[in-house]
């Protein structure tokens, strides 16, 4: 049984140690935001934080993330209020499908954590995440958005 602390909260899972904590996350916690996208870590849409930084959860085995502190999107809203990338992200209307946006999401509240007024180039060498919609000029618009507010 392994203890995790996620969303600042301990819970427990049983799970073999090399299990991806994706699927962790998903299928032994319920914790449905972080979605499954291609499992060799390219596209993004299972960004989770780990201790603050951005990470694929699909490459990551749970017996790496013992002490460590995990972020999904379901812990950024505080008290029922958004994060300011969540809200931006409304008020630029990203998404489309909205596969991705959880793993957008979380990529560019860590790039904004890092880097609280970046540039184009800033956002355009952090934000790898594949948006099959396209809506990469949304993205930077609503991070842009984010860090003015």
Sequence with gaps: ??????????VQASADPRTPLLW????????TGTKYGCGIAQCGACTVHID????????VPLSATNGKKITTIEGLAQD??????????????????GYCQSGMIM??????????????????????NVCRCGTYQQVREAIHAAAKA
């Design 1 to 10: 049984m392994a203890v995790l602390n996620v969303n600042g909260k301990s």
């Design 24 to 31: 962790v996350l998903r299928d032994t916690l319920g914790m």
């Design 52 to 59: 603050g930084v951005a990470t694929r959860s699909c490459q």
């Design 80 to 97: 029922g209020k958004l994060n300011k990338i969540q809200a931006a992200w409304l008020a630029n209307d990203v998404p489309q499908c």
């Design 107 to 128: 990529a560019a509240t860590a790039l904004l954590a890092a880097k609280p007024n970046p540039t184009d180039a800033d956002i355009d060498a952090a934000m790898t």
